[in-house]
């Protein structure tokens, strides 16, 4: 009897199965990389505080405690920043996403001198370094009477958000067919409307996406809120600077403090995941 050999189709699945575990294998590295910080700042919220500081670390936590939270709340006024924080964040991606919707709409469908200036530009201001602005912003808020308010914190925080909300606005309009408009405003359908009911609609999930990312970058921000505001307008980030002082840091209520401020962005992102999802893959195919 003559041995047998596997077919073509056989040896293409034997393949397709390695590139499928070598892909796995690779996402698996990447979310232990990505995810491991993340445990270990849990795992030190729930330890005890003198857990916290052993020099032989446990990967697992021997007990579990909840008064690394209650002393988080007990250090410093917890809420007040957690507020002013929600503020300064919610303001800022709803005016960064209006004005950016807007700027990107004339960029990607009106023809007007300096438009490629105008492009050139936004991409000038995303490559500044925000360390080298700092002196800039707190001489120009203070001349304005800005300074120690969050009126000032939002329009310094519109000034690095609102560059990158235009560009990511402009990919996603840029993509959505020009003919759906013209053939909307046949139907009857003036310019408004058409947008409205033809473009927005598509352009959506890119929304979705885009204030998301602007809602983390002025939720996380710190070194901006630290220099123009005072400690009794400080936000949630600079909150966590509390815990360290004269005495040492204390590691367990920071941590505990850290995964109470992630909640808000967990929650967004669970609630809006799928439009997201949506978002960040529709701006890549072309219409």
């Not at 005016?95 to 709409?105: D, H, P, R, S």
């Not at 300096?114 to 001349?143: E, S, Y």
């Not at 970058?217 to 002082?245: D, G, K, P, R």
């Amino acid at each position: 009897m003559t041995p047998t050999t596997a077919t073509p189709r056989t040896a293409r699945r034997g393949g397709l199965k390695k590139s499928k575990f070598g892909w796995n294998l690779l996402g698996l590295l990447v979310f232990i990389t990505a995810g491991f910080p993340v445990y270990w700042m849990l795992n030190t919220a729930f330890k005890p505080a003198k857990d916290a500081i052993d020099p032989n670390p446990h990967f697992f936590p021997t007990s579990w405690t909840l008064d690394n939270f209650r002393r988080a709340l007990e250090i410093s006024d917890f809420w007040g920043p957690v507020g002013r924080s929600l503020v300064v964040s919610l303001v800022v991606v709803l005016i960064g996403i209006f004005v950016g919707m807007l700027a990107a709409l004339a960029i990607s469908r009106f023809a007007f001198r300096g438009r490629k200036v105008v492009i050139v530009g936004i991409l000038a201001v995303q490559m500044v370094p925000l360390v080298a602005m700092i002196i800039p912003v707190f001489l120009l808020l203070n001349d304005l009477g800005q300074y120690d308010r969050l009126t000032g914190l939002i329009i310094t925080y519109l000034t690095f958000i609102l560059p990158f909300t235009v560009w990511t606005l402009r990919g996603f309009i840029v993509n959505i067919p020009k003919e759906l408009e013209e053939a909307a405003m046949v139907d009857g359908c003036t310019p408004t409307g058409a947008f409205i009911r033809v473009v927005f609609p598509l352009l959506a999930p890119g929304m979705v996406a885009t204030s998301v990312y602007g809602f983390i970058q002025a939720w996380n921000e710190y070194l901006y809120a630290l220099m123009l505001m005072s400690q009794q307008n400080q936000t949630a980030t600079v909150w966590l600077s509390n815990f360290i002082t004269k005495n040492g840091t204390e590691f367990a209520p920071m941590m505990a403090g850290s995964t109470m401020l992630a909640v808000p962005i967990i929650a967004l992102f669970l609630v809006v995941q799928r439009k997201m999802a949506a978002g960040l893959t529709a701006g890549a195919v072309k219409g």
